[in-house]
């Protein structure tokens, strides 16, 4: 490959559009452009890079005995309308109409579409099965970010095991895990397994690979000192025991005028961790009490997963005052004090608490002596607190870490939630027809692109592992004027070429420093440099994008010195 017949427009500035390193580089350096928010055209380089991923995606899928396929992007309603999926998914799924006015979707994802190929399995003979595709996905995201971080559409390597029972999809997961681990090992990305929510897919446990990075939209809850990784979303820690007095035999109503926040009443000689913080949300259209201490904030998330609410939002003032008579500041769940029965889900560090503090749903009114027990009809208990760092880790009881990071990978145990609304049947060996037990099991393709950068970066650019480069060597002409240094340069490239290196020579007519600049940019792992100077000593220079390295090689071995970094 000749650079001065590539398509590599290389820019000098950052553009101020771009909100991430790896979204900077990505433009500068000349691998996409972007077309609209959340979709980018990838250029020549991008496209040899965007290769390498899916090739060594494709070799960890094919050695768990996975089978490709391609499944169509374009969906009828019908099977997402049978998983429940085409209201649950919202303004996020991209819907159409055909010319005969049937309704469509862009697909998200492939669970439903994989499981209409399945009911061909028909017998247990035929499991454990394992699928995988790459294949374009379309997302209508609201904010698109980050560059190929967060698009609208993107290449996903979707994964589906099918098994019979629990135990083979604990088998196929562990697989998918195994080789999860080695693709992003191989990637040169250091992605921890964390224990994470099943959000919109469902199932029973899933697993999210996250590369630490300043950029990451996800906080990942992590413990150095034994290896506990979980998102924020799912994570917990160990709280010190409390040691609460019984307190009065009923809550006292106590007057607190201009109390409205945790921090106002502990004027009332109530410390954080004695208050009742009451919260009210609308969980698909009932309105939720949702109790935690007072000094612990709420994750959102684990409230969704723990109700199993499609639609969740703040309730606003007027719903609350309606409901309660009061406004927030003096809210509380003491039944004496409401004048109708709500539901109530509670945060699992409440179980148990005496002598508490919580509002009168009186406005400037409070309780104190609250026993929650006693005086509070919770009809849920859940850990709906979000951890903090310096908490204690579950495993080993040292202090917890919060880290922003990447999702590079998920994996979902399914179950048979999609099996049942599909009708994924086998015969058992019994003779009784049951319905298989699937897992899920993603990769994002340009994320995955973008997240190696965010870690391979310095201040010249990218530094590509050579494992997905698009190159892994360029020769440059240092002076492409001079045919001695240009015939010397070629002869070098050409014997690269034949023995198998993956080389481009930059042949452009421009400055040699404008050469080392773009070759530093784009991120070739190493370069071949041919001038005036080296052609006299009969020497060539080879530099190492990663170190800055330059050595000083033989002509006549280049090709030898270049295999020997390659094989290290």
């Not at 410390?271 to 994750?299: C, S």
């Not at 019994?430 to 950068?453: C, F, L, Q, T």
């Amino acid at each position: 490959m000749r650079w001065s017949q590539m398509f590599v427009p290389t820019l000098r500035d950052d553009p101020a559009e771009a909100d991430a390193p790896s979204h900077r580089l990505l433009l500068r350096a000349g691998y996409v452009r972007q077309l609209t928010a959340g979709h980018y055209s990838l250029l020549p380089l991008a496209v040899r890079v965007r290769a390498r991923i899916i090739e060594i995606i494709r070799a960890e899928m094919d050695a768990i005995g996975a089978q490709e396929m391609l499944l169509p992007a374009l969906h009828p309603a019908e099977p997402w309308q049978r998983s429940g999926r085409w209201e649950l998914m919202g303004q996020e799924m991209f819907r159409l109409r055909d010319r005969r006015g049937a309704d469509h979707a862009l697909g998200m994802t492939h669970e439903e579409i994989f499981a209409t190929v399945a009911r061909e399995l028909n017998s247990y003979r035929r499991l454990p099965q394992q699928w995988y595709q790459f294949q374009t996905k379309f997302r209508d995201e609201p904010r698109p970010k980050g560059g190929l971080m967060r698009t609208r559409e993107f290449t996903m390597k979707d994964a589906y095991s099918f098994d019979l029972d629990g135990a083979g999809l604990d088998a196929s997961f562990d697989a998918y895990h195994g080789a999860y681990t080695r693709i992003f090992e191989r990637l040169g990305l250091p992605a921890l397994a964390c224990e994470a929510s099943s959000g919109t897919m469902g199932g029973s446990d899933s697993t999210e690979f996250m590369c630490p990075a300043d950029v990451g939209e996800d906080l990942v809850v992590h413990c150095p000192a034994c290896g506990y990784a979980a998102n924020i979303e799912r994570a917990t820690s160990v709280l010190p025991a409390a040691s609460d007095e019984p307190g009065p035999a009923a809550p006292e109503r106590f007057d607190t005028p201009g109390v409205r926040t945790i921090e106002d009443l502990r004027a009332y000689d109530a410390p954080d961790d004695r208050q009742i913080k009451t919260l009210v949300y609308v969980l698909d259209g009932t309105l939720t009490l949702v109790l935690l201490r007072g000094d612990h904030p709420l994750n959102e998330q684990k409230l969704v997963d723990a109700t199993g609410a499609t639609g969740i939002r703040a309730a606003d003032p007027a719903e609350i005052q309606d409901a309660l008579g009061a406004l927030p500041g003096s809210l509380g769940a003491v039944d004496a004090f409401l004048p109708a029965p709500l539901p109530v889900i509670a945060d699992e560090a409440l179980r148990g608490r005496r002598d508490m503090f919580t509002g009168a749903n009186t406005d400037d009114v409070h309780l104190r002596g609250v026993d929650v027990d006693r005086d509070i009809e919770v009809g849920k208990w859940a850990d709906l607190r979000e951890v903090e760092a310096g908490q204690r880790c579950v495993r080993c009881g040292e202090a917890l870490e919060i880290q922003r990071a990447i999702e590079v990978g998920h994996i979902f145990k399914l179950g048979d939630r999609y099996a049942r609304a599909l009708g994924v049947e086998v015969l058992d060996p019994d003779g009784k027809r049951v319905p298989v037990v699937m897992g899920s099991y993603g990769i994002g393709v340009e994320r995955a692109m973008a997240a190696i950068i965010e870690i391979h970066n310095d201040d010249r650019g990218i530094v590509w592992p050579l494992a997905v480069a698009p190159f892994q060597v360029t020769v440059v002409v240092a002076q492409s004027d001079d045919a001695d240094v240009a015939k010397a340069a070629e002869d070098v490239y050409t014997a690269l070429k034949g023995a198998g290196v993956d080389v481009v020579i930059d042949d452009r007519a421009e400055r040699a420093g404008v050469k080392f600049r773009d070759a530093e940019l784009t991120g070739i792992p190493f370069r071949v440099t041919l001038g005036r100077r080296g052609l006299a000593e009969g020497t060539a220079e080879v530099t190492a994008r990663a170190t800055g390295d330059t050595e000083k090689v033989p002509l006549d071995a280049v090709v030898a010195h270049v295999r020997a970094l390659l094989r290290r």
